[in-house]
Every structure is written in structure tokens, then in C-alpha cells.
């Protein structure tokens, strides 16, 4: 038996396999059940008992070694199989993953910026929670103006002074006047909250840009031709301006812009109501008392001030008709817009 189990032994350290069939045959020629060490074993129950220690010895060896060597071959194989490459297709690209795109507020608020920027305007932000002060009081609202009520301000606490969301950006214009003497030329990009029910058509909180422009002898004049050169750069070169008297607190006169409609050219359509034309903004020279509340002498100088609502451009632009869209992160619609920049 023990000459059998030498030459056993022999025989496993010799073999060698290239192929998982070649593999599976080693293991059922001496490890399966109806194996060469199963068959061994057998025997081993005949031996004589004072053989038996010895023997029983040997054999658990061999089984030892023919599992390792099993677990080399196995291995060895592993390593040197080879891919056969013609089951796939190497041309293919790899899976395309989405990479998202910016928001299309975010496109337009650029773009807005940048025709500004161009103009020699630079940017200034502030605070969305403002008080009373720098969203009123300053910007000339009567103690008594509507804007301040409930209906239509979200207000946070009332003491020592009013703390509330701001309704408008141009709070920012009454920080930076306060911080800084003219030439003064900034657009001022934000957030603003009006405590409105949402639907199609309004929001509770949507975003603004307002403009200011203060030095001496800053006239109407002035703010027309700027305004005319935004509406065209946005809105294509043929595009034609009109301004129609209206009230603000905060300047004085004050206008509100609308463009010729860009669907029917102006020659009258539903979108823009029959009319040919489409309001798009808020504009006027800024009241001296706003200069005097913010300690520049309106006597020296003068300015003129714009604000916008960027989802209304947005609308004229790309024609989104449910406002609720932008701020519902939906992202077949935020999709629909990757290709605009
Ligand atoms: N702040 C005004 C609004 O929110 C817009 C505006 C800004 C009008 C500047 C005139 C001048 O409606």
C-alpha cells in the first residue's frame, strides 16, 4: 500500500492541464467520490491495526496533496485562459452616462449678465433675508404703501426692526449706495419672495435683476439706449423698445419696457395679447430722495435704475408656460435645455 501511495503521489505532481475539461477530469479520477483516494481508502480499512497509524498517516498526505495540487492546476489555468475577443464587440463606446446641464434660470441670468457686463457693468449681491429699511424705508415707500403688507411680504420677526424675505433686489442697490460714492454701475442678480399662491402664473419666490447707474448727469436718454441695446442683444437685433409711463416709489418718472413680440413680429398675435408688443421690465431715474437716504447728493448727482424678473425672460425666450416647472426639478425638462449651452 505504501509503495501505491509513493507512486500516487508521483503521478499527481506530474500532472498538467490546459483546459477546464482536462481539470475536471483530473478531479474525478482521484477526488470524487467514486475516485482513486476514495478506492484508497478502502483498502486502508484491510490493513493490518499495527500498520495502521503509519499508513493512515500517508494517506491523509496524499489527500492533502492531490487537493492542493488541484487548487495549482485550477489556478494556473485561471491565469494563463485567454478572452476570446471575437465574442465582443470592441468598436462599442462605453455606456454614456447623463452629465446634467445648467438650469435654464441659470442660462438666462448669464446671459443677462454677461450683455451687461459687456456694457460696463459689474455684479453685486446681497442678503435675501433683508429688514424694512433696506427693501423700503430707504427705496421711498410711504409708511403706509401697500407693497408692505402682509399679502404681499413675507415678514420673519417685527422686532427690534421689521426682518423679512426680500420682495425685490433692489435692496441691493440701497447697500451698495451706502458703501460707495458714484460712478456707481452694477447688476444685481438674486432670489426675491412675495407671499403670492402659486399657480401657473405666480410664484412665491422668483428672481430678479436689477440694474443701477449713478454719476452726474446720468439721464433718461441714457437708460433708453442701454435698455434698447439688452432687448436687442437678448432678443435678436430687429427687436424694437417701448416705454410706457408708470410708478415706482423708488424712481422718478418711471417707466415699464415692453418689446416688440418676437412670435408675430409684431404684427399682433395670443401671445402677446393682440397688441404686438410684450412687457418685460420696470425701469426709471432714481428718486433724489432714495440718493439722499443712501448719502449721495442728488444735487451732484443723478441715476437711473432697472429691474427684471428672470423667469419671464425666460418664458419669452424659450416659451416655458407653467412657471412651477422651473422649481419642480423635473428632469426631462431641465434636459430639454442642455443643448442651450
Ligand atoms: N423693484 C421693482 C419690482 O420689483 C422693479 C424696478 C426696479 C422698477 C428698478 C424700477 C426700477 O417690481
Known sequence: MIDKINSLRNEVSQVVVSSPEELETFRIKYLAK??????????FRSVPAEQKRELGQKLNELKNFVSERYATLKETLQATETVDVSK???????????????????????????????????????????DDWHVFSSLN????????????????????????????????????????????RIVCP??????????????????????LYIDRNVSFADLRQVLLKFAQQMFGAATKIRLRPSY????????????????????????????????????????????????????????????LGIERITNLKYKVKDLRMFSENDVRFLAEFESAR
Open 190 to 211: 438674486g432670489r426675491v419672495y412675495r407671499n403670492e399662491a402659486i399657480s401657473a402664473r405666480a410664484h412665491c419666490f422668483f428672481h430678479q435683476i436689477e440694474g
Open 34 to 43: 467514486k475516485g482513486v483516494l476514495t478506492a484508497l481508502m478502502e483498502d
Open 248 to 307: 415706482f416709489p423708488f424712481t422718478e418718472p418711471s417707466a415699464e419696457m415692453d418689446i416688440s413680440c418676437d412670435i408675430c413680429g409684431g404684427t399682433g398675435c395670443p401671445f402677446c395679447k393682440e397688441t404686438g408688443w410684450v412687457e418685460i421690465l420696470g425701469c426709471g431715474m432714481v428718486d433724489p430722495n432714495v440718493l439722499k437716504a443712501c448719502g449721495i447728493d442728488p444735487e451732484v448727482y443723478s441715476g437711473y435704475a432697472f429691474g
Open 88 to 130: 465582443y464587440d470592441l468598436t462599442r463606446t462605453a455606456t454614456p452616462f447623463p452629465v446634467g446641464s445648467r438650469h435654464p434660470i441659470s442660462i438666462v441670468k448669464n446671459d443677462i449678465l454677461r450683455i451687461f457686463s459687456d456694457m460696463g457693468f459689474t455684479v453685486a449681491e446681497g442678503p435675501e433675508i433683508e
Open 141 to 184: 415707500f410711504p409708511a403706509d404703501h401697500p407693497a408692505r403688507d402682509m399679502q404681499d411680504t413675507f415678514f420673519i420677526g417685527r422686532n427690534p426692526v421689521d426682518v423679512l424675505l426680500r420682495t425685490h433686489t433692489s435692496s441691493v442697490q440701497t447697500r451698495v449706495m451706502e458703501k460707495n460714492q458714484p460712478p456707481i
